[in-house]
C-alpha cells in the first residue's frame, strides 16, 4: 500500500519562505505525477502544483505562479514544494497527492481524481 508522508509545514510571517516536504513509501513502481493540493478553513480543496515524474512537467495554480516552485527531492518518489514570499492567505493544510499506476494526459491539476494516493497533510500558517 502505498503511503504519502508530508513534512516541512510551519508557521511564519508574511513575506517569509517554507520548504514543503512528500515522500511516497511502498510503492514497487514509480509514481507518474506527484503534486500539492491545499485547503485552507471554510474553503474547498484546491490545486497548488503537480509535477510529472518522468519529463519533469510541472504545472501550477495560476495565482500562485512565481511564487510556489515544485521539484523532484533528492529519492525516488519525493517532492518538494517550494513556498517564497508567503502571504496570509496562504494559510491552509497543505496536501501531498501522487499518480501511481494510471496514465495521467494533460495537466494533472484539472482534476482531483487524476490522483489515487494522499497524505495526510501539514498545516502553514502565515501570519501578518
Known amino acids: 500500500q502505498v503511503q504519502l508522508v508530508e513534512s516541512g509545514g510551519g508557521s511564519v510571517q508574511a513575506g517569509g519562505s517554507l520548504k514543503l516536504f512528500c515522500a511516497a513509501s511502498g510503492a514497487t513502481y514509480r509514481s507518474n505525477v506527484m503534486g500539492w493540493f491545499r485547503q485552507a478553513p471554510g474553503k474547498e480543496r484546491e490545486a497548488v502544483a503537480a509535477?510529472?515524474?518522468?519529463?519533469?512537467?510541472?504545472f501550477y495554480a495560476d495565482s500562485l505562479k512565481g511564487r510556489f516552485t515544485i521539484a523532484r527531492g533528492d529519492d525516488r518518489d519525493t517532492v518538494t514544494l517550494q513556498m517564497d514570499n508567503l502571504k496570509p492567505e496562504d494559510t491552509a493544510m497543505y496536501y501531498c497527492?501522487?499518480?501511481?499506476?494510471?496514465?495521467?494526459?494533460?495537466?494533472?491539476?484539472?482534476?482531483?481524481?487524476?490522483?489515487?494516493?494522499w497524505g495526510r497533510g501539514t498545516q502553514v500558517t502565515v501570519s501578518s
Open positions: 509535477r510529472f515524474t518522468s519529463g519533469g512537467m510541472t
Open positions: 497527492a501522487a499518480a501511481f499506476g494510471r496514465v495521467v494526459n494533460g495537466n494533472p491539476l484539472s482534476k482531483e481524481a487524476n490522483f489515487n494516493y
